[in-house]
């Protein structure tokens, strides 16, 4: 019996680093999580991404073309999770899109680096841990 792919949200941040920095702790961690789990993300996720990404500061590291390549391929590997309930549970507002997404799409765990997710671990039985310990488990 084939085990279900485990999973997993990763934050903005998390998937700026996996395109910016292939080779850092959270570009690993998105890398594991598309090579060994099932990669969630919601409208307003790729929505906060794309914004992020379409920023001037990234001009000299990344063309405009090759970022936005980045979001067809991770709209391709992801999997879109409708969030039908808002959840308002993070310190930060801005926030509560990764739980919304985890919930709604039964994820095992949320991988961040920010400490208003972090401070919430574990959220209704959902891990919220950072790359570093994602990679070590």
Do not use: W
């Not at 400490?115 to 209704?124: I, Q, S």
Request: charge should be negative; glycine fraction near 6%.
């Amino acid at each position: 019996m084939p085990h279900e792919p485990e999973r997993i949200v990763a934050d903005t941040n998390l998937l700026v680093s996996r395109l910016l920095l292939p080779q850092s702790v959270p570009a690993q961690a998105v890398r594991k999580a598309v090579d060994e789990g099932q990669l969630l993300v919601s409208d307003a996720t790729l929505e906060e991404l794309a914004d992020v990404l379409s920023r001037a500061k990234f001009d000299p590291y990344i063309s405009l073309e090759g970022r936005q390549g980045f979001i067809r391929v991770l709209n391709r590997v992801a999997e879109r999770v409708i969030v039908t309930a808002p959840i308002q549970a993070c310190r930060d507002p801005k926030d509560d899109k990764f739980l919304e997404v985890a919930l709604h799409g039964q994820a095992k765990v949320i991988l961040t680096g920010d400490r208003d997710l972090l401070a919430l671990h574990p959220f209704r039985g959902v891990d919220i841990i950072s790359p570093r310990e994602y990679l070590g488990r």
